[in-house]
């Protein structure tokens, strides 16, 4: 399948970024060299999110860059980020997926790129480096909070493959960050029930089916502000930690994975055991 012709849905689950979603779906509008289906779930915003995104959803030249392949799904109540994407996973017909999120922004040149890394290495899903935009980018609690993010992607190369350093943190970032193909997504099924770790989760879940790319350029450029729930879900981050990692685990326990570059006993005797100490991940297993 060339670039050419395939399909690419972005998901883009939406919740109270009425400041913000304009840019966020124009910036899918501006890829380029990709055929483009948008599906736009709200969360049940009680902002503008859904009056901005109907407006610019009835705008002829931003509905004919995705030749009328838009869909708003609104829901009557909320029920989390990641039953959001669920739903805009099932509603999408592509046959590549990329997630964004109301109040992120994607690099003009970012789903070619993403395309283009699966096809050339015959990976399943890809990311990219993040760079972090917004007020809070430049302040100096938005410098710590940038510097904690990327702390997710330096040092990857220090690991002994993507799959070890996905392991050992979420190299992802961001739910937003996450790009595959149909394929993955119907061999490990949907976002998990978290509030917080559900795009880590989703990322180890792919790790034991392909070993995942990490494109070293920021394609993708993630919003800080008060509101990330990146800053306001740290208290159950610890215990859905343990949730994700036990069943990265007991999945790679009960078969060896389907990657022969995941990490585990199996395919690195001995490397495995090693970073299973570093990490302290002992108490998961």
């Given at each position: 399948?060339s670039?050419?012709?395939?399909?690419?849905s972005v998901?883009?689950p939406?919740y109270?970024?009425?400041?913000?979603?304009?840019?966020?779906?124009?910036?899918?509008?501006?890829?380029?060299?990709?055929a483009?289906?948008?599906?736009?779930v709200?969360?049940?915003?009680?902002?503008?999110?859904?009056?901005?995104?109907?407006r610019?959803?009835?705008?002829?030249?931003f509905?004919?860059r995705f030749?009328h392949?838009?869909?708003?799904?609104?829901?009557?109540t909320n029920r989390?980020?990641?039953?959001?994407?669920?739903?805009?996973?099932?509603?999408?017909?592509?046959?590549?997926?990329?997630i964004?999120?109301?109040?992120?922004?994607?690099?003009?040149?970012?789903?070619?790129v993403?395309?283009?890394?699966?096809?050339?290495?015959?990976?399943?899903?890809?990311?990219?480096?993040v760079a972090?935009?917004?007020?809070?980018?430049?302040c100096?609690?938005?410098?710590?909070?940038?510097?904690?993010?990327?702390?997710?992607?330096?040092?990857?190369?220090?690991?002994p493959?993507?799959?070890?350093?996905s392991?050992?943190?979420?190299?992802?970032?961001?739910?937003?960050?996450?790009?595959?193909?149909?394929?993955l997504?119907?061999?490990v099924?949907?976002?998990?029930?978290?509030?917080?770790?559900?795009?880590w989760?989703?990322?180890?879940?792919?790790?034991?089916?392909?070993?995942?790319?990490?494109v070293?350029?920021?394609?993708?450029r993630?919003?800080?502000?008060?509101?990330?729930?990146?800053?306001?879900l740290?208290?159950?981050?610890?215990?859905?930690?343990e949730?994700?990692?036990r069943?990265?685990?007991?999945?790679m326990?009960l078969?060896p994975?389907?990657n022969p570059?995941?990490?585990?006993?199996?395919?690195?005797p001995?490397?495995?055991?090693?970073?299973?100490?570093?990490?302290?991940?002992?108490?998961?297993?």
């Amino acid at each position: 399948m060339s670039a050419a012709t395939a399909l690419v849905s972005v998901v883009v689950p939406s919740y109270e970024h009425g400041s913000h979603v304009e840019e966020a779906l124009r910036s899918v509008a501006l890829q380029r060299e990709v055929a483009l289906e948008l599906v736009v779930v709200d969360d049940a915003s009680r902002d503008d999110s859904v009056a901005v995104v109907e407006r610019l959803f009835d705008d002829r030249d931003f509905a004919a860059r995705f030749e009328h392949r838009l869909r708003l799904v609104v829901h009557e109540t909320n029920r989390g980020a990641h039953a959001a994407i669920n739903r805009g996973l099932r509603e999408a017909t592509g046959d590549f997926l990329a997630i964004l999120n109301s109040d992120d922004v994607y690099a003009p040149e970012r789903l070619s790129v993403m395309l283009g890394a699966l096809q050339e290495g015959g990976a399943q899903l890809a990311m990219s480096r993040v760079a972090c935009i917004g007020a809070g980018a430049d302040c100096e609690s938005g410098a710590r909070e940038s510097f904690r993010l990327r702390r997710h992607q330096d040092g990857v190369e220090r690991h002994p493959s993507i799959g070890f350093a996905s392991m050992a943190s979420n190299v992802a970032i961001s739910s937003g960050n996450l790009f595959f193909s149909r394929a993955l997504y119907e061999a490990v099924g949907g976002f998990d029930d978290l509030r917080y770790c559900h795009d880590w989760g989703f990322l180890l879940r792919a790790v034991l089916v392909t070993e995942p790319v990490l494109v070293q350029r920021a394609l993708y450029r993630y919003r800080l502000h008060d509101t990330n729930s990146y800053r306001s879900l740290d208290s159950v981050a610890e215990a859905e930690t343990e949730h994700v990692l036990r069943r990265f685990f007991e999945t790679m326990r009960l078969e060896p994975p389907a990657n022969p570059l995941a990490p585990s006993p199996q395919y690195w005797p001995g490397v495995f055991e090693y970073w299973m100490d570093r990490l302290g991940f002992w108490r998961y297993w």
